[in-house]
């Protein structure tokens, strides 16, 4: 008898415990702590960061209003006072690329821990939470592992060891860390739509001597993506992601492949553009920027992006659904009030070819 299941088994994000790509502080005191993400933190500014902590402030009237929120450039500081929800957090946290955690009062997923003579017993009563420790930070070059650390892991003295002023390596190992969960990108070409102009499927189109969908879903597989046609309709091919969120357009596409995998970016590509070649594909590709929410292209007569020629992060998933809980479907909405790298291009090379006549005069152009 097959077991009955009450929730669809839908592919989860990979995150840590409170968001995509953490790391716990701890074995020193809460000053340090905060120290050292600041001083790490300069020297990895071009990626999005944040540092989660408690409120360390006491005896504190409530406030009038719930939380206060403060708008400022650069990276973010959330301190709370509230009970933590690891749900919340995750949706907080979903745009930043690394998150620093105050160790003392949260457990991350990651570990670095910092040997400071004075919180022997604090680290010892936070031994279980030390799972997964990627290196260790010395307060002064003498300092020395205590003997239960040695005792519970005997590998520790075969990790990585800082002296806590040296912040290049320490920025570094970091970066290393970040590195290795940037996402891999997967194609899309979109074949779904209804060409009500051009009265025909504009997918099936032969500019090249093949379809145009073959020829997109080529174009992408030359770059090593593995590369889906995003349809419509309901379908078993392995190749093929059906849409799950029906009549939003090109919308529900990118939606439907974040469904099918939300760890990877989408390289999504329409097939009414003829004229974008490998090397516009190779550009994208070169100047991708997984801290943004997405890389796009631009004309540069043009006053807006390209949806439809676009990698969408895994960070731009969450974006797009609370644009479709506000009752918004169009991709280019989504790309104009978000944070993006923008790559221009001539014009020229982005023309929608959306009528019989204007594929005619393509196919002589393209001919001559």
């Not at 993400?37 to 020297?43: D, E, F, I, L, R």
Request: aromatic share 10%; glycine share 4%; proline share 3%.
């Amino acid at each position: 008898m097959a077991k009955h299941t009450k929730h669809s088994n839908l592919e989860k994000r990979n995150n840590d415990n409170f968001a995509p790509n953490e790391i716990a502080i701890l074995g020193t005191n809460c000053g340090v702590i905060s120290d050292l993400v600041h001083k790490v933190s300069k020297k990895l500014s071009n990626y999005k960061l944040a540092y989660f902590d408690a409120s360390h402030a006491k005896d504190v009237e409530q406030n009038s209003l719930s939380e206060y929120v403060f708008h400022h450039e650069g990276n973010v500081q959330i301190t709370t006072s509230g009970n933590v929800n690891k749900f919340q957090q995750r949706l907080d946290f979903a745009q930043f690329d690394f998150v620093f955690i105050n160790g003392n009062h949260y457990q991350g997923a990651k570990q670095i821990l910092v040997l400071d003579e004075a919180k022997e017993a604090s680290v010892l009563k936070r031994l279980e939470q030390l799972e997964n420790i990627q290196f260790v930070v010395k307060l002064k070059s003498e300092s020395e592992y205590f003997d239960f650390l040695e005792e519970k892991y005997p590998q520790i003295k075969n990790l990585n060891c800082y002296i806590i002023d040296e912040i290049d390596l320490i920025a570094n190992h970091i970066n290393n860390l970040i590195q290795e969960k940037i996402s891999h990108v997967k194609g899309l070409v979109l074949v779904g739509g209804k060409s009500t102009r051009m009265g025909t499927d504009k997918s099936e189109l032969n500019y090249f001597g093949k379809s145009q969908k073959k020829y997109a879903k080529i174009l992408l597989e030359n770059q090593n993506l593995e590369t889906f046609y995003s349809v419509r309709n309901q379908s078993d091919n392995s190749f093929e992601i059906s849409d799950k969120f029906y009549n939003l357009g090109p919308f529900g596409g990118i939606c439907s492949a974040f469904q099918k995998d939300p760890n990877s970016a989408w390289f999504v590509l329409a097939t009414d553009v003829p004229f974008v070649n490998e090397e516009i594909i190779q550009l994208l590709l070169k100047h991708r920027n997984p801290s943004k929410m997405a890389t796009t292209i631009k004309g540069k007569g043009k006053d807006f992006p390209e949806p439809l020629i676009t990698i969408y992060e895994p960070k731009a998933y969450p974006i797009l659904l609370q644009y479709l809980a506000q009752g918004y479907s169009c991709p280019r909405k989504v790309l104009i009030n978000s944070d993006v790298e923008i790559v221009e291009i001539d014009d020229d090379f982005i023309r929608n070819i959306n009528t019989p006549e204007e594929f005619e005069v393509v196919k002589k152009e393209i001919g001559n």
